[in-house]
T-cell receptor, first 113, second 115 residues
């Protein structure tokens, strides 16, 4: 079975631009979470979606938004990019009925210049 | 307040020796889960081991064991017989409540295994 896949793996954007990051969960996983990991720090929770509904949101500005599609894949959108948005963005999928079934993708490394 | 504290920014260990990575946590929820992840330079977060708050025994997974001291709110990771491939960043994380809710991560510890 394929793991969690994220695209693109790397991208460079200019301040003020918009970016869309994509995530495909493990087959059968209905929950997708997004995390931001700034260099040298631990990941910070951004969003969790389950069955296309937002279940949780971290302390991030409204420039960050996400959605989940009927096939359980997900997109993370960031508007009006700032230099501080440069980070590794990680997606994790899970089964709600399992307490520890989180599987992470390899991430998208975003650089804002 | 920090939910997860990892006080060791970096550690060196000799190949084949054991190493202990410290993790303390803070929660008032009686139900929680503690996780350790390994993050090599490629960026992927690799699950290592899980300990539930109601588990009576310390978790073990191959060369990884978790020293769970509930009263002290600590969940230290022990890696036995270190290998060169163990060189990576290690993160302690906590989930509060049941289910698959968000994880709170510590700042991580970099482990470098020397030959």
């Amino acid at each position: 079975d394929a793991g969690v896949t994220q695209s693109p793996t790397h991208l460079i954007k200019t301040r003020g631009q918009h970016v869309t990051l994509r995530c495909s969960p493990i087959s059968g996983h209905k929950s997708v979470s997004w995390y931001q990991q700034v260099l040298g720090q631990g990941p910070q929770f951004i969003f969790q979606y389950y069955e296309k509904e937002e279940r949780g949101r971290g302390n991030f500005p409204d420039r960050f938004s996400a959605r989940q599609f009927p096939n359980y894949s997900s997109e993370l959108n960031v508007n009006a990019l700032l230099l501080g948005d440069s980070a590794l963005y990680l997606c994790a999928s899970s089964l709600p009925e399992r307490n520890y079934g989180y599987t992470f993708g390899s991430g998208t490394r975003l650089t804002v210049v | 307040a920090q939910k997860i504290t990892q006080t060791q920014p970096g550690m060196f260990v000799q190949e084949k020796e054991a190493v202990t990575l410290d993790c303390t946590y803070d929660t008032s929820d009686p139900s929680y889960g503690l996780f350790w992840y390994k993050q090599p330079s490629s960026g992927e977060m690799i699950f290592l081991i899980y300990q539930g708050s109601y588990d009576q025994q310390n978790a073990t997974e191959g060369r990884y064991s978790l020293n769970f001291q509930k009263a002290r709110k600590s969940a230290n990771l022990v890696i036995s017989a270190s290998q060169l491939g163990d060189s990576a960043m290690y993160f302690c994380a906590m989930r509060e409540g049941q289910g698959d809710y968000k994880l709170s991560f510590g700042a991580g510890t970099t482990v470098t295994v020397r030959a």
